[in-house]
């Protein structure tokens, strides 16, 4: 008898042994934050300069401006005069003259942190310029504050694709509010579908270099390829979810097409898909 129990709890603790490390791992993996989900979803422009000023050094996503009333500040400016987006409508800045221009920036930097002096403000107030419906920009800082549920989008405007010569680089930020405890239980998605009523996420010039050449040679395959799908069992559908790991996702889709590695941030390419990961986990899929 004694045998059979010391049996058993060697079999016990051989198994205790094995799912340990898998529960601790668990629950010492740190939390991927909201900003650092929104983030992965837009990748930021990356500034610099030359000989002759502000320079991008690498592009970001392009994204297409939906609403007027977004003001524009030149790039050496300090402050940005930021438009507020709040249950659907975009409430520009005051900009009636350089002083109040001034005092809505003062507020906006006290708001987000260290304001520099009236005297610096006023220095740099040079022109402002608004941004157009329809106008590309490059996202250069996301900032996300649950204590007051704001995410704030700071962007720069995207000129070789404004085809503006000499470049300016004018910036703004829109400040987007939501409702008190929106953020403690909103999902990126959400958030996401909340910026897209300002900024789209602009994928034109891909489809107009993709489009044309093909069109014909679509129309040509489609009907063998509708007949022989006709004959093939349907498959099963691949599941990828919010949190998976890199190796499921591979074990699921296959190897990536192409892998984009930002650091804590990764993006595997497929045909018709791409998965971002924040530290390797799934926080996005397109």
Do not use: W
């Not at 297409?64 to 409430?91: C, E, F, R, S, W």
């Not at 157009?132 to 962007?155: M, N, W």
């Not at 400040?175 to 009523?197: C, H, M, N, R, T």
């Not at 990536?256 to 898909?273: A, C, F, T, W």
């Amino acid at each position: 008898m004694r045998p059979r129990i010391n049996l058993s709890l060697q079999v016990a603790a051989g198994i205790l042994a094995l799912i340990a490390p898998c529960f601790l791992a668990a629950q010492g993996a740190p939390a991927v934050s909201l900003e650092e989900q929104l983030s992965a979803q837009y990748t930021l422009v990356k500034m610099g300069s030359d000989s002759s000023g502000p320079a991008v050094v690498e592009p970001g996503t392009i994204l297409a401006i939906q609403k007027g009333g977004i003001l524009g500040v030149p790039y050496g400016n300090m402050n940005m005069l930021p438009a507020k987006y709040q249950d659907g409508t975009l409430h520009p800045p005051a900009t009636a003259t350089s002083n109040s221009a001034t005092s809505m920036g003062s507020k906006v930097c006290g708001l987000f942190g260290k304001c520099n002096s009236t005297k610096e403000q006023v220095g740099k107030q040079t022109t402002t310029r608004l941004f157009q419906v329809g106008e590309k920009v490059y996202p250069s800082k996301i900032e996300v504050h649950p204590d007051k549920d704001i995410v704030a989008l700071s962007v720069i405007a995207c000129d070789s694709c404004n085809n503006v010569n000499p470049p300016t680089y004018y910036k703004s930020q829109v400040v987007f509010q939501f409702a008190k405890g929106y953020l403690a239980k909103a999902s990126p998605p959400q958030i996401e579908d909340v910026i897209a009523q300002v900024f789209t996420i602009d994928d034109s010039s891909g489809n107009q270099q993709n489009g044309g050449g093909s069109a014909q040679g679509n129309q040509d395959a489609q009907g063998g390829q509708a007949a022989q799908a006709a004959n093939e069992p349907p498959k099963q559908p691949e599941t990828i979810q919010m949190g998976q790991t890199m190796d499921e996702v591979s074990a699921s889709l296959g190897q990536p097409e192409k892998i984009v590695n930002l650091g804590p941030k990764q993006i595997y390419v497929y045909k018709d898909l791409k998965v971002t990961f924040v530290r390797g986990k799934v926080v996005d899929v397109q």
